[in-house]
């Protein structure tokens, strides 16, 4: 029997570790469709996806158009034959044309549980509403935004010091772990039905915008940490402290009653800013150009914010 021709499309470095599960399974990885290449940086320089990166060391061929609603680029996928076309936060939409191309169709692997937050950062989302847990699914594409029925699923907890970052990179192994156990069960013939999503609990986890990131001091301690945690490592949470726009790194919900956004107390274990109920303890920080610095070192440049 010929080994399976699979097509893969990623941008981010979530889809690294599932393009690492293609590679290494039992098929053939025929080519990797990517985002184009952006500027980034202070120079503003061509930077390429990590993907892109990935793709090209391991041989594979890239493909990086601008979209795939042309016909052009639909032809040019045909032309490498995919039996699979497995997609994994590529950022563009695949129109009816491409999901029918591949005689098995097209897969994706999704970071959350489906229904609950489909859409562009299901991630931040679920750290956002305090979810309890949350996890990947293996789901076959339709027209719809992560509509199609689901193969595979796994769990995992959201502890209460799970950050944006360090969900991502959990989610993203066991989304790798998932697809190449639904790889292996294709190939041997053990893969199940994919079933229907609900039609309960649909949430949709829309994109993040930078506005997002300011903290309302009016709102619960709680709800502002996970804030905080959520947009760790971006767009990272941004706060006034006495006049000074500073970024959150990290913080804690705590005791604490006052007008909220005055600080109750200042010290070596954090700065302790009143909320709409409880209050925050800001543990690190960043001042504007500076770097990442501990409550203890801002207080040192700051030293009139020290209360008992």
Same mark, same amino acid.
């Not at 679920?126 to 796994?154: C, F, N, S």
């Not at 971006?234 to 909220?260: F, K, M, N, Y």
């Given at each position: ?8 499309? @990623?941008? $981010?470095?979530?889809?690294? $570790? ?17 985002? %184009?290449?952006? %500027? ?21 061929? *890239? ?6 609603? +042309? ?14 076309? *497995? ?5 563009? =939409? ?15 692997? !999704? ?7 489909? @859409?562009?950062? %299901? ?18 594409? +339709?027209? @719809?935004?992560?509509? /199609? ?14 950050? /944006?970052?360090?969900? !991502? ?26 079933? $229907?999503?609900?039609?309960?609990? =649909?949430?949709?986890? !829309? ?41 959150? !790194?990290?913080?804690?919900?705590? &005791?604490?009653?006052? +007008?909220?956004?005055?600080?109750? &107390? ?6 302790? *800013? ?19 610095? @501990? ?5 040192? &440049? ?5 209360? $008992?």
């Amino acid at each position: 029997m010929a080994r399976l021709r699979v097509a893969f499309a @990623g941008t $981010p470095a979530f889809a690294v $570790p599932c393009l690492d599960a293609v590679l290494a399974a039992d098929v053939d990885c025929v080519a990797a469709y990517t985002q %184009p290449d952006r %500027p980034a940086g202070r120079g503003r320089a061509l930077q390429p996806s990590p993907v892109k990166e990935r793709a090209l060391a391991a041989g594979v061929p *890239v493909e990086q158009p601008e979209t795939l609603k +042309e016909e052009a680029a639909q032809q040019r996928l045909a032309a490498y034959r995919p039996d699979l076309f *497995v997609v994994v936060a590529y950022g563009l =939409i695949l129109p009816r044309a491409v999901l029918a191309i591949p005689p098995l169709g097209c897969w994706n692997v !999704h970071a959350s549980l489906l229904p609950r937050w489909r @859409g562009a950062a %299901p991630i931040q989302r679920a750290l956002l509403a305090g979810d309890a847990e949350t996890g990947v699914d293996l789901m076959r594409m +339709e027209a @719809g935004l992560d509509t /199609g029925p689901v193969y595979l699923e796994r769990r995992t907890p959201i502890s209460a010091d799970d950050t /944006g970052q360090s969900l !991502h990179d959990r989610l993203a192994a066991l989304g790798a772990d998932l697809l190449a156990e639904g790889l292996r069960r294709l190939i041997d013939g053990t893969l199940p039905e994919a079933q $229907p999503q609900s039609g309960e609990g =649909i949430t949709y986890a !829309h994109k993040l915008d930078k506005a997002e990131a300011l903290i309302d001091w009016s709102r619960p301690a709680r709800a502002i940490e996970r804030q905080v945690r959520a947009f760790q490592p971006w767009p990272v949470a941004e706060a006034e402290i006495l006049g000074e726009r500073i970024r959150v !790194h990290s913080a804690r919900a705590t &005791a604490g009653e006052g +007008e909220p956004g005055s600080v109750l &107390a200042a010290g070596r274990d954090g700065i302790l *800013v009143a909320c709409g109920s409880g209050a925050l303890a800001i543990e690190r920080l960043q001042r504007a150009g500076g770097r990442v610095i @501990g409550a203890q070192d801002y207080l040192n &440049a700051r030293p009139t914010l020290r209360r $008992p």
